[in-house]
């Protein structure tokens, strides 16, 4: 003999108060899943439309003070000066994380350097200065020799080079964050030795930018 079950017509009120609930709660999901997806297609559309252009970064000037080898250690102080650029028109530049340092027959000579963070505004340029220096930084023994060849060629070439990371402004809206990493070569004429100091080079360079 099966059971049969009636509901009273509170139960029916709870049972359709309960469901117009979750019925509310669906709705407003719902909407407010829509709106994150139209604030995420729009950035994109911004940033398709815009599409920022990597800053740009050239030396003006690298002055060498020391470059001194003793046994597997090396001593030097670099003075040096960075054109940053912003090629863009409408797009901003925060630069949350700047730092510099060199390095000879890729093997880094001295400590990084970090410089302030900085905002670069639409098609700003700012001249960067940085003293770039090495105490008894632990080198290959091999490098001796490379620096001997080198100053028997009468040429010295020193790679100075940047990390750090960055965000984009587009009016109101910013990015998150972005990796950024700068290559920059100097060529300079290298005696048998560091006198008269400093070893000086005056040039445009464009170096090279990755982010």
Known sequence: MSQITIKSPKHC???KQGFKIERNYKKLFLA???FITA???LSLAIWVILR?????????????YELSLSGTHINSSIQLTLLSKNPNQKVAIYYDDFQVYATYKDQRITSH???PPFYQDHEESNLLTA???GDLVPVAPSLGYEMGRDQTVGRLVLNLKVSGRLRWRVATWVTGHYGFEVNCVSVMAFGPSMS????????????????
């Open 13 to 15: 009120a709870e049972y």
């Open 32 to 34: 407010l899943f829509s």
């Open 39 to 41: 604030i995420i297609l």
């Open 52 to 64: 920022p252009a990597k800053p740009q970064f050239s030396l003006q000037q690298v002055d060498i």
């Open 113 to 115: 350097t970090y410089l």
């Open 131 to 133: 003293s770039l220096v």
């Open 196 to 211: 008269p100091a400093p070893l000086t080079s005056n040039q445009g360079t464009q170096c090279s930018t990755s982010v």
